[in-house]
């Protein structure tokens, strides 16, 4: 690698004349829904999802709410039928003032608190992103975490730019066989039915960026999603000038060896920044999702190198304008590369940086591997985990990297994650906080004093919502099982199996996570004797839904969903556990938003955070967790229950037994009786009373809004300022 040359060029046909032709049915009337459809921010506007739907329910519900591919399937009757009708008309009209780049908008709040700062871009680089379903460049909470950071900082205001990879075959489909056993299956992403464009301004189709990475020479086609304010910079390597090898390099998602992941990182760090670079874009502070995104560090010390500083002038100014985000106490969950591997695709790259071979290495040298967190952790003067018992682990877990320095002062701070309020609290729910609230809730979601307020909702109106959306859960698993039935994919076993048996009088259990040993999916049933007394209560009943993937490569997570999925089809427990293949984000709305009780129960403390039980919290789903990642601080006695006892030594939990005691214990002497405790309403107030505290402590706290607020005020604004101090002394 011993130079890294960028070029980009813009060839093709006419991307406007693709959409033209593409929406030609579209009336000039209401020419602006393609607009609308081609910026994500419909994704969190009720307004703008509801005049979707209008145009065709049910064909919104069959493209899994995707209004690009709405657009391109529907019968152009039904847009002439719209563009004359006067309460369409008039929806239409309100929607488009909305919309971020048709209206004079009020000042934001970033913009209002630091107007000094608003042309200071913070490039946001991450390995995923999870925008919308419609999108599949996303696996799990990483990326549904990194798609929520862009959401609030677009309605913040914060001048954020997200870099990262438009993967042709995304992540995977979970499908379970008849056996139980998962398969694997990549589908092409249909380019014509998302909402990407190509990143160039001028009227060419394609943006090609060139780089090399060793002796190869890579071609990068870069594509833009407009996420309201936000904009992101997505790179493929899918394109015919590469060599096939190559282009499979961005195929997929956590895909491939180290040799593969190696040069994709490469291509995500070094090309990104060079991305930028060809597209006009100076960001003056960086921030890493990640140890993927490490290489980018690299490459703007190499830039800053080769303008004429030293590696330590340059390295300096990158640690005062570089933020990281760590977001695993797992060892496996860090990327390490031999060091062999790393002189192949580097040789001569230090030479680039004005040192030697050995100071090169020494950047990311841990436990005799080249290891990306390291790196990140010598290059980033500011560092972060994601909830504060995760900080505490974070420090502890690489105290060897500052060997000098106490572990309480280790530099790594913490910012608790959180979810992005607009697009996981339903929609209902959100209806209702309107009439009761006022619609100034969305604007004050992040206030704590306002959520006091919560208590005033009539208990009888939150039950019925609550109702409502269990309703929609159960339908929703019922509507898949009969889809695959009818498509002859599944037998009569998996279609128990899938919950169409679900009762949605009956307590239910959700549990849905990456199926890995930690995550201990089948703590539950441990004791199966017990289990199926609590759960086959004739007067009490009490069922669990499961959902969630195991990586293609992890054997025993696999092992696991079959275990949960022989335990779902069994005769004994039809109707009282289900498994929801092909969790995704979708799906998740059904799952967050419609069960009781949300499940999560960990070997702590290697839960990082767990952004699923906030989603849950925020819709009034009470959490039953161990006391680990956000729970560890967001669970106060009265919004939810906790698993055992807290992980305050900060060594791994391995007592399984004492756990499942534990969550037996409070199944049985709590949560069960709690919930079927009724009045003669049919109102269980104790149950309503602990969801209303669900809410009124999750959503101001655990929302990304305080989130993005503290990555403003704690980390953005610090590095900005030093950004315009080294342009001020160049």
Known sequence: MKTLSTSFTASGPAWNNMKSLRFAALPSRIERLEELAYNLSWSWDNRARELFKRLDPELWSLTQHNPVKLLNEIDPARLRHAAEDPDFLREYEVTIK???????HAPKWFTHEFPQMIDEKIAYFSAEFGLHTSLPIYSGGLGILAGDHCKESSDLGIPLIGVGFVYPQG????RIRSDGWQEDIYEILDRRNVPVEPAGTSPGGR???????GPSKIFVEVWRVNLGSV????????????????????????????????????????????????LGIQPGVFHGNEGHTSFMLLERAREMVLSGLKFEEAADRIRATSIFTTHTPVAAGHDTFPFSMMEKHFSGYWDDLGITKQQFMDLGDYADAFNMTVLAFNLAGRRNG??????????RMWQSVWPDTPEDQIPVTSITNGVHAPTWIASELASLFDRHLGPEWIDRHDDISFW???????????????????KKLISFARERARTLWAEDFIDSRQVIAMGTLLN????????????????????????????KKILLNRWKPVQIVFAGKAHPADEHGKHLIHQIYSLAADRDLAGHVAFIENYEMHAAHFLTQGVDVWLNNPRAPLEACGTS????????????????GWWYEGYNGSNGWAIGDPPEDLEVHYDDTTDAESLYELLEQQIVPLYYDRDQSGLSSGWIQMAKESLRSVVPQYSARRMLKDYAQKMYVPAALDAMKVKSTV
């Open 171 to 174: 992540y995977f489909h979970q």
């Open 207 to 213: 943006y090609l960026v060139e780089i090399r990475i």
């Open 98 to 104: 909305r919309f971020p780049g048709s209206r004079q």
């Open 504 to 531: 949605p009088d009956a307590l239910t259990i959700g549990f849905a996570r990456r199926f890995t040993g930690y995550k201990r999916a089948s703590l539950l049933f441990q004791d199966l004797d017990r289990v």
């Open 386 to 395: 994601v909830s504060k018992l995760h900080g505490r682990v974070t420090r």
């Open 231 to 278: 904009v992101l910079y997505l790179m493929d390597t899918d394109v015919e000038e590469n060599a096939p090898g190559d282009r499979e390099l961005t195929a997929r998602l956590y895909g491939g060896d180290k040799e593969h992941r190696i040069r994709q990182e490469i291509v995500l760090g070094v090309g990104g920044v060079r991305v930028l670079q060809s």
């Open 613 to 628: 039980g906030q989603k849950a919290g925020m819709n009034g789903i009470l959490n039953l967790s161990v006391l680990d």
């Open 452 to 470: 006091n307020h919560v208590v005033d909702i009539p208990d009888q109106e939150f039950w019925n919502v609550h109702q409502t959306l269990k």
